[in-house]
């Protein structure tokens, strides 16, 4: 009986030992390194998805959400979809009216310039989009320049494909290019000034911006637009009142 106790009283001494103490410290420790890795796998698991990827995705979506919230089915579907998106095409009862700001002249981080050529038309539009042979606009330069300047005239049809649609004033020596998506030059409009007819073609358009190509000359860079530039599509969504 008394080698019992004494068995008893050995084991309850050990139980608050300093070293009972540590081994159950140690399987503490142990569980909750586990569940700090745990959290840390996944962590590490959202971390793959990058910055830009994410805000890429939210910008996609924006640009359906847009997309779907316009009303005209025949123009969301048409050449001109993202015109569409980023407003610079409207429709009025039987009219397209297109108004395209083009305030970026020179080949730099794309930012808008303190002074623009907006360029102005309008044609018949009634179920299904076809460019006129002969295109009336007009060309507004307004902003930190000396003087404004106005001039009117036709923008002829020189070249028609899926991909873009190229038009040519002879009078003015100005031509139109636009694109129906931003992937082949990173925009959907070229604005060119002072140039001839079949200068600028469906040969050199697509590289024609391209600073670094080796046949690049700054003097044949077209305008841009900030507008149809820019992937923020935060810009275009509407306020309904």
Request: hydrophobic share 30%; aromatic share 12%; glycine share 2%.
């Amino acid at each position: 009986m008394k080698q019992i106790f004494i068995l008893w009283v050995a084991l309850a001494s050990y139980a608050c030992s300093p070293q009972s103490k540590q081994n159950n410290l140690s399987s503490e420790r142990l569980s909750t390194d586990s569940i700090v890795l745990s959290n840390d796998s996944a962590i590490s698991e959202r971390a793959e998805e990058s910055p830009v990827d994410a805000w890429q995705q939210y910008q996609d979506s924006l640009r359906d959400k847009i997309l779907q919230s316009k009303e005209n089915e025949s123009l969301k579907n048409s050449f001109l979809q993202e015109h569409y998106i980023r407003n610079v095409v409207t429709i009025s009862n039987d009219s397209l009216y297109c108004h395209i700001p083009f305030n970026v002249h020179e080949p730099d981080c794309g930012t808008s310039d303190c002074y623009s050529n907006d360029l102005s038309f309008v044609f018949l539009f009634l179920d299904t989009l076809i460019f006129p042979k002969n295109l009336p606009f007009r060309e507004h330069q307004h902003g930190c320049i000396d003087r404004e300047q106005l001039l009117e005239g036709n923008l002829n049809l020189i070249e028609q494909t899926d991909k873009h649609v190229i038009y040519h004033s002879p009078e003015h020596k100005r031509t139109l290019v636009l694109f129906s998506s931003k992937e082949y030059t990173q925009t959907t409009a070229f604005y060119f000034t002072g140039v001839e007819k079949n200068e600028i073609n469906g040969t050199n358009i697509y590289t024609i911006s391209d600073v670094a190509d080796e046949s690049f000359k700054e003097k044949k860079y077209p305008y841009t637009s900030f507008n149809l530039n820019t992937n923020e599509y935060e810009l275009f969504v509407q306020k309904r009142t």
